[in-house]
């Protein structure tokens, strides 16, 4: 590739587009979240900016839970009585103080901004698969070809710490194969843990095949060191070229670390960008690595610390689903993180504290693959594919709903009571709530048609959040203390704010199923939950799913205030941004 091919995605009118695209999607959060407040002006709306001398204006639909549908092809800018090119870098600036952006966050935020419009105008390369084409492809086929990233962020793919070659090489859009690196870890400074029944030297034969493992086991001893002192950690090529290398320089010349090359199989990048899934052999484990790379509000290290007992929350997770009635009734599976292996580095743990990037630098886990769970005319797809719309505006859902040739309801309620039911129970019955958004939510589909749920990335994102629960010693680190007021905004955040309400409007601005329909469906299938399990009534009455109203949790404004660590780990609801309420739109039900 020549320096000017790397580049040539960057072309004005690519560019043009993705501006129109992003400002289309800030102007819709920003109202949202109640930063901005359009003002209405003949047939359409106007946002101006803070020294009031420019305008945006646009023309949108106002739906459900504040929702802002706007038409980006309707949208202007304007000043001084003339039309302005819309231009993305300039719309941060222009509202600079409306959206609490500090003098130090400012230009972070705009290289974020900048690389996600890069990443846009790459997209924007692609040939352009329909979504009923896109239907009918395969499980890699949809992961590799979602668009937009997360609903809610506008800065969604930052990715700071990629070059364009490393862009191009690693972003999950780009579907390029990866090799991962293998390092080996003096036992002294690694630990590995795993699930029942796992034994390290079993484990990675199986990953790496004995041939592989064989020729690094030879590296070693050619360096007159013994295999046996070490253990084997995949590691992200950017983090070893571009942090292990240098940052962990004295590891390197001490042999705590030894690098062994490259493994055989190829791997996807998935859309959490650190995840990758094994395109050789899919039975395979997924790998997540740690890579030090600014990406939507944190840097994605992995600790190594929080490695230790990440296959022991799994296997605990995975016996209650077992052992629940409802969930195993539903079809809900987790795909285990069985294995993980962490590296310590001694001086740079003095320096910090746990919570440093600098204790994130070196770790992964090894997830279970979700292929070897299929039956036969099963397929899959994340469930982020649900929110995709392809560049004529047709949605991935509707494609689906398409070809079930099921009523857009009964497609609704069969997906409701895979993806939804599944949360309620899990709440209702154990205080615990997942971070159910659609990257972490694997669909199992036949025909179309949603037949369960795959719930992944369990040991960093669940919560119990009753104080008073028994937790064996391993898994106690996944208690949290959260006051009884925000524990259903687990369900009204991130389920109804984050996900259905873009799913409930794309479904109907293609005339698919009107608002109150997708809504009402959710209300059925709630009060179906309910009155399956009335042993639980006395929780239902406590917690409200019919609440009139519920906080709005604004996650850009978490980003706007600090767009390298957006939450306070040690303490997750205090860094809640509430502003207001939200109408519960299936109170009325």
Known sequence: MTLADAVAHLSPDRWETANRLLIRKALAEFAHERLITPAQEG????????????????????????????????????????????????????????????????????????????????????????????????????????????????????????????????????????????????????????????????????????????????????????????????????????????????????????????????????????????????????????????????????????????????????????????????????IRERAAVGYRHLEYEQATDRYSPYRKMLAALWRESPVPGLREGESLATMASLLHLDHAGASFAGALVTRSGLTPTEWLRRYLRAYYTPLLHSFYAYDLAFMPHGENVILVLEDGVVQRAVYKDIAEEIVVMDPDAVLPPEVRRIRVEVPDDKKLLSIFTDVFDCFFRFLAAHLAAEGILEEDAFWRTVAEVTREYQAANPELAERFRRYDMFAPEFALSCLNRLQLRDNKQMVDLTDPSAALQLVGTLKNPIAGF
């Open 43 to 334: 047939d359409g709306y106007v946002v101006r900016s803070d020294d009031g001398l420019t305008s945006y204006r646009f023309s949108a639909v106002q739906r459900a839970l504040d929702h802002w549908q706007v038409d980006a092809e309707s949208l202007t800018r304007h000043r001084d009585g003339g039309e302005l090119p819309l231009a993305a870098l300039d719309f941060f600036i222009e509202l600079k103080g409306s959206l609490g952006l500090s003098d130090e966050v400012l230009p972070v935020y705009l290289e974020e901004i900048s690389s996600t419009l890069s990443g846009t105008c790459y997209k924007l390369t692609k040939p352009r698969t329909t979504s009923a084409e896109l239907a009918d492809g395969g499980f890699q086929a949809i992961e590799t070809g979602m668009t937009e990233g997360h609903p809610c962020f506008v800065a969604n793919n930052g990715r700071l710490g990629f070059g364009i070659h490393e862009y191009l090489s690693y972003a999950p859009e780009t579907a390029s194969p990866v090799r991962l690196v293998w390092l080996a870890a003096h036992r002294s400074r690694a630990a590995f843990t795993a699930g029942v029944g796992i034994v390290y030297e079993d484990f990675i034969r199986q990953e790496l095949g004995a041939e592989t493992v064989d020729r690094f086991h030879d590296r070693l001893t050619g360096q007159g060191l013994d295999p046996a002192d070490y253990l084997l950690i995949p590691v992200h090529p950017w983090q070893w070229w571009n942090k292990l290398s240098v940052t962990f320089a004295a590891e390197v010349a001490r042999r705590h670390l030894v690098c062994l090359g490259e493994g055989e199989d190829e791997y996807l990048a998935q859309q959490s960008i650190r995840t990758f899934f094994n395109a050789s052999h899919p039975e395979k484990h997924y790998v997540k690595t740690a890579l030090s790379v600014l990406n939507m509000g944190f840097m994605r290290g992995l600790s190594a610390a929080y490695m230790e007992a990440t296959p022991a929350i799994n296997d605990w997770l995975a016996r209650l689903i077992e052992n629940d009635p409802v969930l195993k009734a539903s079809g809900l599976t987790v």
